[in-house]
């Protein structure tokens, strides 16, 4: 036999790694697809979700549980309302969008103003807001999380305010996006009222 030829096998992992690329390829091909023109209604939402049923398991990129997490949530009573629809066109938007998103949908941007240290969270009689993406699911389901424990739950952020939890699936242009108003006006109130903005990381953390 010709000493031209390698016949040397492929580590067991190659092929392994080479279909779960395929797989992420596939996925984010489907949801760029999805925002061609802007916007997610519930058939593509539904789409979605029955590709993630059938494909999650063939990559290990914390994007697929994390969808596919939040699509199951939205369709548990069968239907997306339309506060749904737009957490889960932001979410698409930054996944599609931001590389180092899918890389490491955990770290967050160094320049975020977290608190440092992190504090201790208390629930009870205690406001919380939540403001970007989230990888536990939409915001609304964040806010079950804070009211089940005897926490307040709010939309907005006012001086009556005692958390912000900053979604781990960031960006680091927050400063120019929607929720990076949320942010500033967090800063603005944090040496006045003692307001604490903290990390879904951090936030998580405390209600396993």
């Known amino acids: 036999m010709s000493d031209d030829y390698d ?3 492929c580590p067991a992992n190659y092929n392994i790694d080479r279909v779960a690329d395929r797989v992420m390829d596939e996925l984010l091909g489907i949801c760029r697809g999805v925002l061609a023109d802007g ?3 519930q058939d593509e939402a539904k789409f979605i979700l029955k590709w993630l049923g059938k494909n999650r398991m063939a990559s290990d990129n914390v994007l697929m549980p994390a969808l596919y997490s939040r699509l199951k949530d939205i369709f548990q009573d069968g ?3 339309d506060d ?8 698409l938007k ?3 969008g931001n590389n180092t998103v899918l890389e490491n949908m955990t770290s ?4 975020l103003p977290l608190d440092d240290p992190q504090p201790e969270i208390v629930f009870t009689g205690h406001v919380f807001c939540f403001t970007g993406n989230f990888a536990l699911g939409p915001r609304k389901v ?3 999380e804070v009211v089940s424990r005897g926490g307040i739950f709010k939309n907005s952020i006012n001086k009556q305010l005692d958390y912000l939890v900053i979604g781990s699936i960031g960006s680091s ?9 949320k942010i500033e006006k967090a800063i603005a109130y944090r040496e006045e009222t003692g307001l604490a903005i903290i990390s879904e990381d951090h936030w998580a953390c405390s209600i396993c």
């Open 94 to 96: 930054h996944a599609t």
């Open 39 to 41: 916007d997610v209604n």
């Open 79 to 81: 239907v997306m309302d």
């Open 7 to 9: 016949i040397t096998p």
């Open 108 to 111: 967050m941007p160094s320049s």
């Open 173 to 181: 242009s927050w400063i120019h996006s929607t929720h990076g108003r």
């Open 142 to 144: 964040c806010g079950q």
């Open 84 to 91: 749904e629809r737009q957490d889960l066109l932001s979410f």
